[in-house]
């Protein structure tokens, strides 16, 4: 029975003899078993087989040889120095990401010990005023039996008296009035009362306090479609392929999945420059420009017009009452109601961009500052600065409110004249106006495909949520729209056009309205990014 090849024993790299005949030097090559061999390999185990003189086939293998050497010197290290030229890129990236996670984490901590603090607090104060009504009570019925007790000693007294010396009408009258109720005792009070029940197993309700922590892609390369299913949790971190939305006794679960490529629903010319948008519940648009608004189909037909007598700066459409809100350069904050603009209120500054909240309130984007108010004025918060002479919000220029996390995302040009370095970006908070963290324009290495650009700075025109919580930005100068997780992860290249991108709007159908071109003419593309 022939041995299989697989049993043969190995001849060692730069052997010079044979393995199956000891001393033999390999001087002839067998084509069939495409190995060196002996002469006397060839009146035995290679007899049959074609062989040649092993200087014939040599000629033929150095041309391999030195093709393998150019094309590894030329291509496959040249890209494999790209690589680890990428590494050092992505440590940094790598350190960056888990530093600013950590922070957040840190604050987020550090917002729980104080609101803990604070509900300590309150909850003292609680205490304290609970026992000092008790205590008032407590002295008022004291008093009230002490001077019980004293109406009744002098009350026996009277009684005595009458006995000893009285008339038969003293003695009657003491007889009617020790029976009749002039005094009565005290009523018991009744004191406040309150029980405290320490929670033995706190773990489980700190966890969901402090935050969701979702993990994904260690130890495996992501591609652009792992990429693109990201959407973002109740804390405005990346989450799962899901969006859950509460209905009555049970939860609705919708699949959010971004398309392999970005469709082009609608496009039209628009004759005058449009710089603000804001879709409507009914598949319609609020479009501003200098000192007109006006309401838009998909087809550009006009429906509405609304002049003003000054310039308007930003629009914004309420999603609780879908009523459209303005500012103005004169410091006037209004809002249109049946056709007609209502004045509501009127900041100190100049009003550059402005969102109405889900909570009903108004963001108002001032120099060196963003501030909330209620609908008729009332300052609710604003933001502080990072430090001397460091505005937390330098030049803000369009707003956006996160419908799931309620995060805010504030496109900052950070001009120098306003405390600014010049170098545009979106900073997003929280619902305090807390920083979360700033995203620069910064799109990873690994990201693939790689994307068309100018190189041109970051420069953020426009900024949205969509209704999973990713931040679209509209980066104008490199005429490209962005796609950033809730929590600040480079998503993807949402659409890459041939003109300045001036502004983004969403609607409920999460169709992105886009407004792109140079003056005087704009283009409107509604695009189709995902499906929900």
Known sequence: MATPKSQFPLRIKGQTTCIHHKG?????????????????????IHKTYTVCELSEIIPQKEPDIKNFIDRTEKNDLVQIGKYITTTDTLLKDNASTFEKLSQNLKMQTDKLKQELDMLTAQTLSLYHKMEEDNTKLIKKYKQDLEMYEKQLKQQIQECKAALQRGSHIQIYDTFCEIHSPTHSLPVTPVMGTVNFTPNEKPQDHLKKALGKVTTSGQGRTLTDQDRSVSTSDDRGQPSSQQQRSGTKGKKAVTTY?????????????SPRDIYSVCPTTDGHVWTKYGYTLTLLDRNSKVIQEVKHNVGFNDISLSPTTHTLWVCDDKNNIMELVSGRLTHRFRTKEEPWCICVTASNHVIVGMTEHISKFTTDGKMVCTTMAKGPGKPLVCSPHRISECPVTHNVAVADFSRESDGGDENQHVVVMDTDFMELFVYRGVIPSTYRPTPQTGGEPFNPWGVVYDSVGNLIIGDCDNYRVLLISGGGEFLRVIHTDTGYTWTVGIDREDVLWAVFGSWPVSTVKLLQYSSV
Do not use: A, I
């Open 24 to 44: 033999r030097q390999l001087e002839f090559y067998c084509e069939k078993c495409q190995e060196p061999v002996c002469s006397k390999c060839l009146s035995s």
């Open 257 to 269: 999945k971004l398309l392999p490529q970005t469709k082009v629903v609608m496009e039209w010319e």
